[in-house]
Nanobody, 115 residues
Framework: QVQLVESGGGLVQPGGSLRLSCASS????????MDWYRQAPGKGRELVAT???????NYADSVKGRFTISRDNVKDTVYLQMNSLKPEDTATYLC?????????WGKGTLVNVSS
């Protein structure tokens, strides 16, 4: 089992930046896949970015070149650096750890991109 706590969300103007954090209650070294998802009001959950234990990354087309996922195995934390934010990035962002074919979720942090 693992508990995940997201932070770093807030209100930001279009073109701005935010860095989200996902703190894990256990070591993430052995967690093969850590993901960031987002869910906008009235829409389904969307996979935004993935990082493997080896450091390989993958991104949704909608965020490529703007978002960067990273992990700190000492702090047991995964980050999502978001630049050039757009109003359509507005959503609740959730961290997910895939462990033994099970998905473990945090409660999310709200990002609101608005002028």
């Amino acid at each position: 089992q693992v508990q995940l706590v997201e932070s770093g969300g807030g209100l930001v103007q279009p073109g701005g930046s935010l860095r989200l954090s996902c703190a894990s209650s256990r070591s993430i070294i052995s967690i093969n896949y850590m993901d960031w998802y987002r869910q906008a009001p009235g829409k389904g959950r969307e996979l935004v970015a993935t990082i493997t234990s080896g450091g390989s990354t993958n991104y949704a087309d909608s965020v490529k070149g703007r978002f960067t996922i990273s992990r700190d195995n000492v702090k047991d934390t995964v980050y999502l650096q978001m630049n050039s934010l757009k109003p359509e990035d507005t959503a609740t962002y959730l961290c997910c750890a895939r462990i033994n074919f099970s998905y473990h979720w945090g409660k999310g942090t709200l990002v609101n991109v608005s002028s």
